[in-house]
């Protein structure tokens, strides 16, 4: 599990994280650069990265649905669930129960 040859591999593709042995899945700088190349390699980052604000946001920037795989307390980050919901409206049902509720993420999911 060379770090540096899978780092470069999700610089490249960013689903290489699949491959990647455990322990580099909780390696911050790793995940950040897969995330930045495709938002749901999130899935695969793990659990504490799921709870990076910088790294989830980074990742819904690509991929609004990737908010899907953040951890509970992200999903009721109103900037953030909000950034996500710009790029993908279907994003909203990844939200916290109170934010499907807010009138301005609804009109802007359903743009």
Do not use: C, F, N, T
């Amino acid at each position: 599990a060379d770090r540096e040859l899978v780092l470069e591999a999700v610089r490249q593709i960013g689903w290489a994280l699949v491959h990647a042995a455990e322990p580099l899945k909780a390696d911050r700088e790793l995940v950040l650069e897969a995330v930045r190349q495709i938002g749901w390699a999130l899935v695969h980052a793990a659990e504490p990265l799921k709870a990076d604000r910088e790294l989830v946001s980074e990742a819904v920037r690509q991929d609004g649905g990737a908010l899907g795989y953040a951890a509970e307390p992200l999903k009721a980050d109103r900037e953030l669930v909000l950034e996500a919901v710009r790029l993908d409206g279907m994003a909203l049902a990844h939200a916290s129960e109170q934010l499907k509720a807010d009138r301005e993420l609804v009109l802007e999911a359903v743009r």
